[in-house]
């Protein structure tokens, strides 16, 4: 066997090395997109998953478990650090519990018989584990073995980890998967009404974590399922590809998910006039009846765990309200149905796809086996109250069905809620339906994705796991305590896909910069390269740096931008044509609609004008950028001009002041963000000759002069940092940011020292 040997040139070898400069690169960085080429129809939205999969964000190794690309990556691991942040913010410390769970433990949590999509296997020992789903188990555990008494309290611990579930439908990539990725935030207290304020300081945080991506959500009321507990609110994005069903009144601002329904009728539809409506199938009394009675009634059914029950929900199939001409569509609401039967003391299992086969089945066997009538099957009957039943329909196709007697079974009716005089409520809410919180507004519903869920689980695991402290009882006596816990989530993997479906666009994906792959990309035409470099290096620089990549690929410009847009990077910075012309760049932000030339950042100046008492002026702003807000006069540095000869200038043309000893203070780097402008700002001190009054020279961009001191200011200052957090208008005055940012940039400046 022959040895061959490759001579590569200087040139081939600089051609396929990476470049090694410290810039990061698109060349030098792993993005298998799939190419642009494969773009869907002109103008239609293409699926999210795929948008995923074709700018090289994941690839799908098995159903519902995926890898993540260096491009995923980097949404994963930034979205990581703003959860991070935010949980620091809390005093939480991170921990990394292990991914496998006894289910010995799950069994004494009394959890493992409800897990069915628990995955669970055996060590070569037979001993009992399994992949957790979820860790309360384990914290509690660990908490409960290492904390003894309350003075060891709060702890608040959480972990962002690897969860598993054998999901028996994986669907919509990392929305439903086998693999995820969550955050989870344990919270230990010693009595209830702690435990109540670290629930609100985490709904808190979760809020200004959401309100910081920038994207809608909505916080719902919801039920707390197997995880325990009775108080616990869900963080939704409204989207397409969601499989929850959130609810909103226009009036009273209540929001909750459907799964909340508990089964009683609450005034829920509208009651406005009466007509008289047939209901099919079914004997009714004459005369008038409401407009939102059934037009038509449903039959759904469900069986209990046992086999035993067979549950019958008749519901109204169509209804007539709120004025409407056309009869709106009803559909069952399968946790208001559930929750009836927990009242009426059956456990129904809502995964079995076909409940009266299975009961038919389980009713001849019984028959056959049992003499002593123990197991009886069952059958309970549900009446809507909107359902006007007179005459019951007939158990006979059902006996013959099942080939047994009336004899031979237990019958149960409900039209109301068991232990209440509630009628029964079995449908699910439509949009116009009445609010059953207010009875005033009209409810609208949101498909949605959960991405965020905050349980307060009370004693639900410490009491079972013996996870208890020593508190300080009357008389000096002491007494164990199960600690109050509280559970808090964040679906990390899911809120990636949620995120991309919220913002995507027909030209691609479209990240919010906090979380974004990289914030900003430059794109250079060719014969540009070097340039570029220059515009990335100013990027990445500074107090404001931005986390940027730079497309060097041998490619046309075209291509690149399309790409970019696949991608979806927040700012795409171009280096073409206006470059070569005037230095500047073209910036191009599709979540602002932006597409304009910037050239580098502007200088302005700004003027302390004092006066004998050390006061100087402000004016109030009017214009496009600064409005409402307080600033000094001053305007920009023109071509060939000093500091001090642009401020007596500007000086003159808005207030008409004639000034002297006018000197350098000092500057400050300003972003306006919601403006798109950045300028540096250099501040200078001058005084007034006399005790001469400023003019309202220009009053297209200033209301008004106040002589005022910096003490004052600084007092303004505060009160708008502290407005700006409540979320509130300031009781001072508004700063201009070139002004607000000398206290911040330059402290201990003072305009007279």
């Known amino acids: 066997m022959g040895i061959r040997i490759y001579h590569f040139s200087p040139w081939c070898a600089d051609f396929l090395l990476p470049k090694t400069d410290g810039r990061s690169r698109v060349s030098n960085f792993w993005i298998p997109t799939g190419g642009i080429s494969k773009k869907p129809v002109q103008g239609e939205k293409e699926d999210v998953n795929d948008l995923l999969v074709r700018g090289g964000f994941y690839r799908q190794a098995y159903s519902g478990i995926f890898h993540m690309l260096p491009l995923g990556l980097r949404v994963q691991d930034k979205l990581e650090k703003l959860i991070d942040r935010h949980m620091r913010s809390l005093g939480a410390s991170k921990v990394s519990l292990s991914s496998i769970s006894s289910q010995e433990l799950w069994e004494q949590s009394g959890r493992l018989k409800e897990g069915s999509e628990v995955f669970r296997f055996l060590d070569r020992k037979e001993s009992r584990f399994l992949l957790a789903p979820t860790h309360e188990e384990e914290i509690t555990t660990l908490v409960g073995s290492l904390t003894k008494s309350y003075r060891d309290l709060p702890v608040r611990v959480y972990q962002i980890s690897r969860k598993y579930r054998d999901e028996p439908r994986p669907r919509q990539g990392l929305l439903r998967g086998r ?29 200004r974590l959401f309100n910081e991506l920038k994207i809608p959500y909505l916080v719902a009321v919801a039920d707390s399922g197997n995880m325990g507990g009775n108080l616990s609110h869900e963080f939704h994005f409204p989207s397409s590809k969601g499989e929850d069903t959130v609810i909103s009144c226009s009036s009273c601002g209540n929001v909750y998910n459907e799964e909340l329904a508990d089964g009683k009728a609450h005034n829920l539809l509208s009651r406005e006039g009466t007509a008289t409506v047939p209901t099919p199938g079914f004997e009714t009394e004459g005369g008038s009846v409401q407009k939102s009675a059934a037009i038509s009634t449903g039959l759904w059914t469900a069986i209990s765990k046992d086999k035993r ?33 927990n009242a009426a003391g059956i456990d129904l299992d809502l995964s079995v796809e076909n409940p009266l086969e299975q009961w038919v089945a389980n009713a001849k066997s019984t028959k056959a086996s049992s003499s002593d009538g123990t197991g009886r099957p069952r059958v309970l009957d549900l009446y809507d109250s909107l359902v006007r039943v007179y005459k019951r329909p007939p158990l006979s196709d059902l006996l013959q069905e099942a080939d047994c007697s009336v004899e031979d079974l237990d019958y149960l009716r409900l039209d109301c809620f068991p232990g209440t005089d509630h009628g029964l409520n079995l449908i699910k809410v439509h949009d116009g339906d009445q609010c059953s919180k207010c009875e005033q507004g009209a409810v609208k519903t949101h498909t949605a994705v959960e991405l965020g869920h905050t349980f307060h689980l009370g004693t639900r695991y410490s009491e079972v796991l013996d996870a208890s402290v020593m508190v300080d009882g009357a008389a000096g006596t002491s007494a164990t305590v199960p600690m109050q816990m509280g559970c808090h989530g964040i679906g990390v993997s899911r809120m990636i896909t949620a995120v991309a479906d919220s913002l995507a666009d027909s030209k691609g994906l479209n990240w919010p910069r906090a979380i974004a792959p990289f914030e900003v990309i430059v794109v250079p035409t060719k014969g540009l390269e070097a340039d570029a470099e220059k515009v990335y290096d100013e990027l990445i620089t500074g107090a404001n740096a931005a986390d940027a990549i730079l497309d060097d690929r041998d490619k046309q410009i075209g291509w690149k931008l399309g790409d970019a847009d696949l991608i979806g990077y927040p700012v795409i910075v171009v280096v073409g044509k206006s470059w070569k012309k005037e230095q500047s760049v073209e910036v191009q932000c599709r979540r602002l609609n932006l597409r304009e030339n910037h050239h580098d950042a502007r200088v302005g100046v700004g003027v302390f004008v004092l006066n004998q008492d050390n006061q100087f002026i402000i004016g109030k702003r009017i214009g496009s950028h600064g409005a409402d807000t307080w600033g000094l006069p001053g305007g920009h540095l023109e071509f060939n001009e000093s500091f001090e000869d642009c401020a007596v200038r500007e000086l003159k043309e808005e207030t008409g002041l004639d000034v002297e000893d006018v000197r350098f203070l000092t500057a400050t780097n300003d972003i306006m963000e919601m403006d798109k402008k950045h300028y540096v700002t ?5 005084r007034v000759r006399g005790d001469a009054q400023p003019e309202i020279l220009e009053p297209h961009k200033c209301a008004e002069w106040k002589w005022v001191t910096w003490e004052e200011l600084g007092l303004d200052r505060l009160k708008q940092v502290e407005a700006d957090r409540e979320g509130v208008e300031t009781t001072g005055r508004r700063l201009f940011l070139p002004l607000l940012n000398l206290f911040s940039q330059r402290e201990g400046f003072s305009p007279s020292n």
Do not use: C
Request: hydrophobic share 40%; proline share 3%.
């Open 309 to 341: 029950t067979l549950l019958r929900g008749w519901y109204p199939k169509f209804t007539m309200h709120g004025g409407s001409q056309e009869p709106v569509e009803r559909e069952v609401n399968s946790h208001a149905v559930k929750a009836i039967a």
């Open 682 to 686: 250099v501040f200078v001190a001058a």
């Open 179 to 207: 693999e995820f990725i969550m955050k989870d935030l344990y919270t230990f207290d010693h009595n209830v009404e702690e435990a109540l304020k670290t629930y609100e300081s985490v709904r808190g945080a979760y809020t």
